[in-house]
């Protein structure tokens, strides 16, 4: 009997450390489970919320954006490139070289003077300078004809230089001969209401004079 006492014993001990070693292996993946099974958190609205904002942000300096463009293309910008224009199209309609240009009907229109031959014909050309409305013709002066024999640079090139150089608009602009130098002068009109006359040579094309 006393045996058996021992050899139940020792399976009671057995049996009782693989009751609480699977106890054990029970337990641990029951705990996994319920942090697994726990639910997510619920999504925000503030990832969206920055991006509408950024969306607003970026709205914003476009409209800035468009508001500077818009402050730019002033009554300067559309003078000068409308008498750019205009001289294109005298050019083209005659076939000649022009060399004057001015605005003295105070009408807006274009009035271009241009070598055409041995003649000097007048083109009149509405205020964009897409349209012809007139034309003149006359004799040549002979110093208007020597002075363009010399031209290197043109009316359109000059005229350019001299609003880049000191920004307003163009008044006006023609050929002339200073001090035995073929000179086109240019009258620019600038934001601050005073009148420049700049000297362009017109061979070199450089700025070699402004007056107020």
Do not use: F, H, N
């Amino acid at each position: 009997m006393l045996i058996r006492r021992t050899t139940t014993a020792a399976l009671a001990l057995a049996l009782a450390t693989g009751l609480t070693a699977c106890s054990d292996a029970t337990t641990t993946p029951t705990s996994t489970d319920e942090t697994s099974s726990a639910p997510a958190p619920a999504p925000t609205d503030e990832g969206d919320d920055t991006s509408s904002e950024d969306d607003d942000t970026s709205s914003d300096d476009d409209e800035t954006s468009d508001d500077d463009e818009t402050s730019d293309d002033g009554p300067a910008a559309d003078a000068t490139a409308s008498a750019l224009a205009a001289i294109g199209t005298a050019e083209g309609e005659t076939g000649g070289e022009a060399y004057e240009i001015d605005d003295s009907d105070d009408d807006g229109t274009w009035e271009v003077d241009l070598r055409v031959g041995d003649r000097s014909v007048e083109v009149t050309v509405s205020p964009d300078g897409a349209t012809v409305q007139g034309t003149e013709e006359e004799d040549l002066d002979d110093e208007d004809a020597t002075a363009l024999d010399t031209v290197e640079v043109t009316m359109a090139e000059a005229v350019a230089t001299a609003v880049q150089d000191v920004g307003g608009q163009l008044d006006e602009a023609e050929l002339e001969t200073e001090d035995g130098e073929v000179v086109w002068k240019v009258d620019v009109d600038t934001d601050q209401d005073d009148d420049l006359e700049i000297m362009v040579d017109a061979v070199t094309g450089e700025i070699v004079a402004t007056d107020s």
